[in-house]
């Protein structure tokens, strides 16, 4: 007498009897999870493989690595441009002091250098650059050029030539240059240029060089005239 059963698992509807029936059943099921165990493991992480398309993988792979070299070439393109203007830069930087007193100790018989104001000029730029001029930038938009040699009469030719070059002068890369001018005339004209209403007591001074090309470069300093002029003539 044969005992049958009706088993119905995930859509499975099998009729068995006993006995041979049981392996059977044992045998298929087994099966049966093998193959769901695999894609319940695919599953897991959002992949069926009914659902897998590998050519719109490698689609969306070829389109990434393209945007990746279209940035690469921009890139490249960029740092090409400025590598070709960057070595035609010109770029000074200046430096101001208003007390510089000069001493010579090989000889006590030279006359004392009277007090200076100086300016140092360092060349940062990529090219070479010829100073035509220095000064004072007024408030009028005008500007005062000094000539410092008019003032060292006085004084050797060697240092007279050293305190004050002849302009243009030139200046290479990475090279600087201390500029000299009398303190007491820096300070009369600082007074006669207040007394001409072309510069305020209170505004901060403003210092210019000027190049061959027309180029000019400014430095305001952290003083006012007025902090300036209050200081005694020697």
């Known amino acids: 007498m044969y005992r049958k059963r009706d088993i119905n698992r ?12 049981d392996a059977i059943i044992k045998n298929r ?23 897998i398309d590998w ?6 792979f070829g389109a990434i690595g393209g945007i990746i070299g279209s940035a690469a070439t921009t890139i490249a ?8 203007r960057y070595p035609y830069k010109k770029k000074l930087a200046l430096s101001f002091s208003d007390s510089i007193r000069v001493v010579n100790l090989k000889s006590s018989s030279l006359p004392a ?32 050029m000094f000539v410092p040699h008019l003032y060292a009469d006085q004084l050797p030719q060697g240092m007279r030539e050293y ?9 290479p890369v990475e090279k600087t240059v201390l500029l000299y001018f009398d303190r ?25 060089v000027s190049d061959s090309t027309g180029q000019v470069y ?17």
């Open 113 to 144: 250098v009277p007090l200076q104001v100086a300016l140092k000029i360092s060349n940062c730029g990529n090219r070479d650059v010829y100073i035509q001029q220095w000064g004072i930038a007024l408030d009028n938009e005008e500007n005062i």
């Open 55 to 60: 050519s719109l993988f490698w689609s969306a």
């Open 163 to 171: 305190l004050y070059p002849e302009f243009p002068y030139y200046l």
């Open 10 to 21: 995930e859509g499975l509807n099998w009729k068995l009897s006993a006995g041979r029936g």
């Open 77 to 84: 393109i960029i740092v090409a441009l400025w590598q070709t």
């Open 184 to 208: 007491n005339a820096f300070i009369d004209v600082l007074l006669h240029c207040q007394k001409e209403k072309s510069v305020c007591e209170n505004t901060k001074i403003k210092i210019y």
């Open 29 to 51: 099921w087994s099966l049966y999870q093998g193959k769901m165990g695999r894609g319940n493991v695919l599953s897991a992480f959002g992949i069926y493989e009914e659902s």
């Open 218 to 234: 400014y430095k305001k300093l952290s003083k006012t005239v007025k902090e300036i002029c209050s200081s005694s003539h020697e």
